[in-house]
């Protein structure tokens, strides 16, 4: 079955450094997501990429995020200058489509420390 | 007032127990509804859409009232392996997803 995979599964990182998160959506889908969810919190959008641009952002996705599908098959998120708040799992996901009861399908998530 | 909200609990049931989650969201054009299960520390993985007819899979049951912006999962003849955080989910006309906090259902031998 296909599944949407991403990596790594944890990273930790200093304050202040940049790091990229890797995700391989599903093949023949066509819209891309990143959602975080602090430990403890509910899962929260970050921003939608479709047709090689953002779609959708949220008031959490600022000036210290971006996306990029370089290649066609990954989809990354950059996060520049870490902060301890940035610590989370962020989760991956992709859709065939959009439109009533399509379903996302989710990474099994990146882990990010922050120390 | 929380775009999605979910009665946190948790939920502690015997085995073979039924138990139902409720959910309420705010924005009246909201385009689609999911119960997504979440266990700890994993992704969250789609239980079932839910349509305004209702719709049920084996021993889930799940019910969306428009007119009163609610949504219901209905898990009859509960078991160990059902224990895990049920979100509750809605898209906006762009497709993204929110989520409510989950609610934590532990199912007691």
Redesign the interface.
């Known amino acids: 079955e296909p599944e949407v995979t991403q990596t790594p599964s944890h990273q930790v990182t200093q304050m202040g450094q940049e790091v990229i998160l890797r995700c391989v959506p599903i093949s023949n889908h066509l819209y891309f997501y990143w959602y975080r969810q602090i430990l403890g919190q509910k899962v929260e959008f970050l921003v939608s990429f479709y047709n090689n641009e953002i779609s959708e952002k949220s008031e959490i996705f600022d000036d210290q995020f971006s996306v990029e599908r370089p290649d066609g098959s990954n989809f990354t998120l950059k996060i520049r200058s870490t902060k301890l708040e940035d610590s989370a799992m962020y989760f991956c996901a992709s859709s065939p489509r959009q439109g009533q009861n399509t379903e996302a399908f989710f990474g099994q998530g990146t882990r990010l420390t922050v120390v | 007032r929380k775009e999605v909200e979910q009665d946190p609990g948790p939920f502690n049931v015997p085995e073979g127990a039924t138990v139902a989650f409720n959910c309420t969201y705010s924005n009246s054009a909201s ?2 509804f ?1 119960w997504y299960r ?1 266990d700890c ?6 239980l079932m ?1 839910v ?1 305004s007819s209702g719709n049920e899979d084996g021993r889930f049951t799940a019910q969306l009232n428009r007119a009163s912006q609610y949504i219901s999962l209905l898990i009859r003849d509960s078991k160990l392996s059902d224990s895990a955080t049920y ?1 509750c989910v809605v ?1 906006s006309n ?9 609610t934590t259902l532990q199912v007691k031998p």
């Open positions: 385009q689609s999911f979440q520390r994993k992704e969250p993985k789609l859409s349509y979100l898209t762009t497709g993204k997803l929110i989520f409510g906090q989950g």
